[in-house]
């Protein structure tokens, strides 16, 4: 008999990502899931572990690090995963509801600045998995550590290949 499968995503975490369909709001939600795994694990990732005041991200994620650190890769390529959708369908943007003082974003607006949030998070993993993977002799944790390198470094160029223009226009350049 096998086991159920665990969730990558706490209860509260998955509410979260659920509440935040604008793409750059989603891949904020999603690295800071990764950075709460990585500070459980006693690893400083420099990015943004949230001071939960009103409750909203519930209990920090618990796990052996074996299963910490392939939520780790689970959640980097559901994030990939989101921003390839939207790529392939920019039709199907989701974006919040403007006030009446915005006007609405169109996918030229969310887009570029959730890859370059994806990116830097994954510019900031990567040294970050290359010490774990130099520190473990453990060869299923490798294999997790080597698919989760293998996506930041996707990332990073994805970043690369996105137009001048949206560069500019994402102010995150």
């Not at 694990?41 to 299963?67: C, F, H, Q, Y």
């Not at 939207?86 to 199907?92: F, K, N, V």
Request: glycine share 6%; with cysteine.
């Amino acid at each position: 008999m096998q086991g159920q499968r665990r969730d990558y995503l706490t209860d509260d975490e998955i509410e979260l990502v659920r509440d935040a369909q604008q793409i750059d709001l989603r891949i904020r939600v999603l690295t800071r899931a990764i950075d709460r795994r990585f500070a459980v694990l006693g690893i400083s990732s420099n990015g943004e572990v949230p001071k939960d005041k009103s409750g909203s991200w519930g209990p920090a994620p618990s796990g052996t690090r074996m299963e910490l650190l392939d939520d780790i890769k689970r959640i980097i390529q559901k994030a990939v995963d989101d921003i390839d959708n939207l790529a392939e369908r920019p039709d199907s943007i989701v974006v919040e509801e403007p006030d009446k003082k915005q006007k609405p974003k169109k996918y030229e607006d969310v887009f570029p600045p959730a890859v370059h949030i994806l990116a830097a998070a994954a510019k900031r993993y990567e040294p970050l998995l290359k010490k774990e993977l130099e520190n473990t002799k453990d060869e299923r944790e490798r294999g997790i550590l080597i698919q989760s390198g293998d996506l930041c470094e996707q990332i990073v160029a994805a970043e690369l290949r996105l137009p001048k223009e949206a560069v500019k226009k994402s102010g995150n350049r």
